[in-house]
T-cell receptor, first 110, second 117 residues
Framework: QKEVEQNSGPLSVPEGAIASLNCTYS??????FFWYRQYSGKSPELIMS????GDKEDGRFTAQLNKASQYVSLLIRDSQPSDSATYLC??????????FGTGTQLKVEL | GAGVSQSPRYKVTKRGQDVALRCDPI?????LYWYRQALGQGPEFLTY????????KSGLPNDRFSAERPEGSISTLTIQRTEQRDSAMYRC???????????????FGEGSWLTVV
């Protein structure tokens, strides 16, 4: 079992819709959770971080964390073509190592 | 500097040669990470430094890989006796402090593409 699992996609949503990206992790002592966006050929860039159970909203993005279920998700409201990218879920455990999933490719269609 | 700087951006080397990849983190960043990313995959952890101390090297594939950060700033990832399977994008990242603490964003460099022929 991989430490951080994501559906590789592609996930296709129409412009203006809500995109829902999911991630599960195996290490129960994980403490910090991140969503990175990576455009093709570019480096990952942080878009959301979440540290406690519940929802965290930042503009069109909402991160949701459920430590009991070992599940973290990212919702993107009013999806735009510019949101088309690969979204990487990352998790830190007690040792501060940041472990990434394989990423979910999102395609926002006109 | 303004961002994490890596060099060379592209490196082609012959199998069996040694290569050194350099990372210059954001000024003042305490934590530095090396990752390897294959096409279509997420970054794979290699090693991590806090200041000059290598805190975790559990991701280094074998003893041909080593990393150092002697003065707590610039870091070098060295691959000895390169093999074709070492071909990948090598990414360096840095953060002000350890990521477990809120607000310590990890910033990635543009990476070094290594091709072993």
């Amino acid at each position: 079992q991989k430490e951080v699992e994501q559906n590789s996609g592609p996930l296709s949503v129409p412009e203006g819709a809500i995109a829902s990206l999911n991630c599960t992790y195996s290490d129960r002592v994980s403490q910090s959770f991140f969503w990175y966006r990576q455009y093709s050929g570019k480096s990952p860039e942080l878009i959301m971080s979440i540290y406690s159970n519940g929802d965290k909203e930042d503009g069109r993005f909402t991160a949701q964390l459920n430590k009991a279920s070992q599940y973290v998700s990212l919702l993107i409201r009013d999806s735009q073509p510019s949101d088309s990218a690969t979204y990487l879920c990352a998790v830190t455990g007690g040792g501060n190592k940041l472990t990434f999933g394989t990423g979910t490719q999102l395609k926002v269609e006109l | 500097g303004a961002g994490v700087s890596q060099s060379p951006r592209y490196k082609v080397t012959k199998r069996g040669q040694d290569v050194a990849l350099r990372c210059d983190p954001i000024s003042g960043h305490v934590s530095l990470y090396w990752y390897r990313q294959a096409l279509g995959q997420g970054p794979e952890f290699l090693t991590y430094f806090n200041y000059e101390a290598q805190q975790d090297k559990s991701g280094l594939p074998n003893d041909r890989f080593s990393a150092e950060r002697p003065e707590g700033s610039i870091s070098t990832l060295t691959i000895q006796r390169t093999e074709q399977r070492d071909s990948a994008m090598y990414r360096c990242a840095s953060s002000l402090d350890r990521p477990v603490f809120s607000g310590n964003t990890i910033y990635f460099g543009e990476g070094s593409w290594l091709t072993v022929v």
